[in-house]
């Protein structure tokens, strides 16, 4: 069994340290595009290993754009921007695909660009994927349901998951049609009724059986579909108040009472002492997201930044050299993913990659948390 990885009070980052992981994992991104072409990188177990790769991205395709819009909105270098454009626009082909996860597709690959550089073919593609994702609501089901494409497998048109919460709400709510807004409310009313649990815990997902729907886990069993849940609940919660509001507070609270004092195991409830940091990011930003909406703003915070911190002092942060003029490199292999049938284990991921880079642009007053 590893060691606990204490989460630190008062250990927060400097600018120079945000700014120097900042442009490691920028380095980083340079390499995971020689390494993947034209394709989508998904996952690597190591740090010289290769990239499992994706022509059409799946759920995680946007988030490759994402990297890059962001580091364009940061150097303003023209050629980011037009690589983030150009990733961006093969995403198209998951417009028709059957899967709730189109919102995390083009919120992230598509809605960023038109938010943070207001580029015009993002622009088009984000309203194009809005009206796709909304012509996906069940009325039976009172949910835009996760599909079964991307992993969704034929239970999938009866089920709603945590995981694609946010960049739901996010990506209908973009759109100035109050249509796609009331859809949006609807899902996260139907959400919250069936997956939340005792105690700001969630479940990860929840099927509807002809009458009602029915969860299949122990509500906060798997730490980053909590996170999930927690991020979603900061997007409701600044779109509609209550009963948002109160709920993505107990859902941080939850996880700040249960989590304390360690990065959190994948699966808090088994034996295996595997951790998922990317959770811990993710958390991180519900929470800076939460909190200008709380009394109590200064406290999640930091608490917040200090779980930052945590991660990137963690061995699941390293800092490689390359035998190159170019710097150091930031690799974050602190990602719990099942990478086969019945295996889950640590990798580097794009989501990841960007979650953690979004989470120090915020910290630096570089984004906006809600972006995320």
């Not at 400097?14 to 380095?27: A, G, H, K, P, Y």
């Not at 995971?32 to 740090?47: A, H, I, K, T, W």
């Not at 962001?70 to 150097?75: N, V």
């Not at 479940?203 to 730490?223: C, I, L, M, N």
């Amino acid at each position: 069994m590893t060691s606990p990885v204490l989460i630190v009070e008062d250990r927060l980052l400097s600018t120079d340290e945000i700014v120097n992981t900042l442009e490691q994992m920028f380095r980083r991104m340079e390499m995971m595009d020689v390494l993947c072409g034209q394709n989508f990188p998904l996952y690597s177990s190591g740090e010289n290993s290769d990239w499992s790769v994706s022509p059409g991205g799946s759920w995680m395709g946007g988030f490759w754009a994402a990297c890059w819009w962001l580091r364009a909105k940061m150097t303003g270098s023209a050629g980011d921007r037009q690589k983030a454009g150009e990733i961006s626009q093969r995403l198209f082909r998951k417009l028709t695909a059957d899967s709730g996860y189109r919102s995390l597709i083009f919120w992230y690959g598509a809605a960023l660009g038109e938010i943070w550089l207001q580029n015009a073919p993002a622009r088009e593609l984000t309203h194009s994927s809005i009206a796709a994702l909304a012509h996906s609501f069940d009325p039976r089901l009172n949910c835009i349901p996760l599909g079964t494409a991307m992993g969704g497998l034929a239970t999938g048109s009866c089920a709603i998951s945590v995981d694609n919460f946010a960049s739901l709400i996010q990506l209908l709510c973009f759109s100035r049609e109050k249509q796609y807004h009331r859809i949006a409310q609807c899902h996260a009313e139907t959400l919250l009724a069936a997956c939340r649990g005792d105690k700001g815990a969630f479940h990860a997902e929840a099927s509807f059986d002809g009458h009602e729907f029915q969860v299949k886990d122990r509500a906060g069993v798997w730490s980053r579909g909590q996170a999930w849940a927690m991020l979603g609940l900061s997007r409701a919660a600044a779109q509609w108040g209550e009963p948002y509001l109160s709920q993505a507070r107990a859902a941080c609270t939850y996880w700040r009472d249960v989590h304390k004092g360690n990065l959190p195991r994948n699966r808090p409830d088994q034996t295996e002492d595997v951790k998922d940091p990317s959770a811990v990011v993710i958390a991180s930003l519900a929470m800076l997201s939460l909190a200008r909406l709380l009394p109590d703003e200064t406290s999640w915070c930091k608490y917040a930044h200090q779980q930052i911190s945590t991660v990137l002092h963690s061995p699941y942060f390293t800092v490689i050299d390359p035998d190159s003029a170019s710097g150091s490199i930031g690799l974050f292999q602190g990602c719990c993913y099942r990478t086969r049938q019945n295996r889950e284990e640590m990798v580097e991921s794009v989501w990841g990659n960007f979650f953690l880079v979004a989470a120090l642009a915020v910290l630096a007053g570089l984004i906006d948390p809600y972006d995320c």
